[in-house]
């Protein structure tokens, strides 16, 4: 009977080590543990900048930033940039033992009590999936919309507003149109 519960116990940490390997493999080689926030690849090449993820990044106990190597320099320059600004020490990393969607994480140096959080941040469309203004309006961010669009985001996503502006009189003289609802 022992030697049977040593084979058990034997497996048993076969298989915590195998899992703690993936998790590694899906968090761009750090432990979930010491991840503070994440962003998957289609959030870092479709949107803006997370301002979550600037704030996580100045938090007290940060040590590094890692990013995958296969999303577009333009879309992690901010990130660097900010990264050099705090003295943060930044990796850009290449993909191929890392599974998964996520593209950045933003690492701390001690271990956090997170096993049943997500660390990844919410999608900025979602937000406005969820709100019913769809996600054209969302992707419109930095450009002019028409006052029924602003009027709807000042109402529903407020956080929102200053990442718009309102379409003027010259601008519907000229035939623009607004991005969120098509309307001259």
Known sequence: MAYKEVLDEREKTKIRFIK????KGEY???FKENVIAAL???QLEEDDVYIEI???MK???VSLLKMRRDVSLDRLKPYIREAE???LRYQLVDGLSYRGEIALVVVSKDALDN??????????DQDFID???GEELSKARGQKICKECYEKIKDTLPEYLGCFKKMGILDKLLGNKCPGCTKK
């Not at 703690?20 to 998790?23: A, F, I, N, R, S």
């Not at 096993?115 to 900025?124: C, G, H, N, P, T």
């Open 59 to 61: 938090e007290g106990d």
């Open 28 to 30: 761009l080689g750090e």
């Open 131 to 133: 709100a019913g203004l």
């Open 115 to 124: 096993a049943d959080e997500d660390v990844v941040i919410r999608d900025m």
């Open 40 to 42: 998957k690849k289609d």
């Open 20 to 23: 703690t390997q993936m998790e």
């Open 54 to 56: 600037i704030e996580a």
């Open 85 to 87: 600004n705090l003295g």
